[in-house]
């Protein structure tokens, strides 16, 4: 899943970016971890946010951005 750490970072990485692409980062962000069982790889958040905040994204192109397992932590 991602965490809140993460999803800081994202916002602090697109700080300098425009309200809208913020709004639409924070969107993606908030329906594909409604969408993803296991969440989504970190680093594919790149990758998502550039292409479904300049092009529409289905549920089924979100599917694609999905961690397929549960993380363990390897420690």
Do not use: D
């Not at 913020?22 to 409604?34: G, M, Q």
């Not at 998502?48 to 397929?68: N, P, Q, V």
């Amino acid at each position: 899943m991602i965490h809140r750490k993460t999803l800081l970072i994202i916002l602090i990485l697109i700080g300098s970016a425009s309200t809208k692409e913020v709004e639409c980062a924070v969107k993606f962000i908030a329906k594909i971890t409604k969408i993803c069982t296991y969440g989504i790889a970190e680093e594919k958040i790149p990758i998502l946010l550039s292409k479904c905040c300049s092009t529409h994204c289905s549920k089924a192109h979100l599917k694609m951005f999905c961690t397929m397992k549960k993380h363990t932590n390897s420690s």
